[in-house]
């Protein structure tokens, strides 16, 4: 099976565990549990994917573990780890308005309220406060900057996010 087409990430399959082949789950959505709501999974890796069918999930101490069909044995489960789980873009939850996916905000500009471009979102990070933009900075940066790390905190730090213009504008000094 080719690559699908806009593929979400929302997981990768860790090491196998015991030897019915069973694998280790780590989950990207927010509730780790709401991975399973997905199924078939699309796994793979580079150009080689496949859909595979869900048999048996469950909680195993800390963690998530899973059960493929016609995945029987440790073997058959080693050829699995470390592939990504996606699912196509369109069984996403819709969101309400002003909220966002991650995936939307990267690449898009910043810049602040004086009109200074910040640079390009690169990334964003969970914190246990809010949410981090990872920005890089312009190769001319002003202030020498590489990176900036920039609060996600609506109307306090983020003034709008403007998706069809690509474009965050933000409440934050350009020298920080």
């Not at 949410?131 to 109307?155: C, H, S, T, W, Y």
Request: hydrophobic fraction near 40%; glycine fraction near 8%; charge should be negative.
């Amino acid at each position: 099976m080719t690559e699908p087409e806009n593929k979400v990430v929302v997981g990768r399959l860790g090491a196998v565990y015991g030897v019915k082949g069973w694998l280790k789950v780590n989950s990207f959505t927010e509730d780790p549990e709401a991975i399973f709501a997905y199924n078939p999974w699309t796994i793979g890796r580079d150009k080689l994917w496949q859909e595979t069918n869900i048999v048996e999930w469950r909680r195993h101490n800390k963690g998530l573990i899973v059960k493929f069909e016609n995945i029987d044995v440790r073997e058959k489960a080693q050829l699995l780890t470390g592939m990504e789980i996606v699912i196509p873009e369109t069984q996403l939850p819709e969101l309400e308005q002003g909220e966002f996916y991650w995936r939307e905000l990267v690449g898009l500009a910043v810049v602040n309220t004086d009109g200074y471009n910040m640079g390009t979102v690169k990334a964003l990070m969970e914190t246990g406060s809010n949410d981090v933009l990872v920005v890089k900075a312009n190769l001319n940066d002003a202030f020498g900057m590489q990176e900036r790390l920039i609060p996600f905190i609506d109307e306090q730090v983020i003034v709008s996010v403007d998706k069809d213009n690509q474009l965050i504008t933000v409440n934050w000094d350009a020298d920080f």
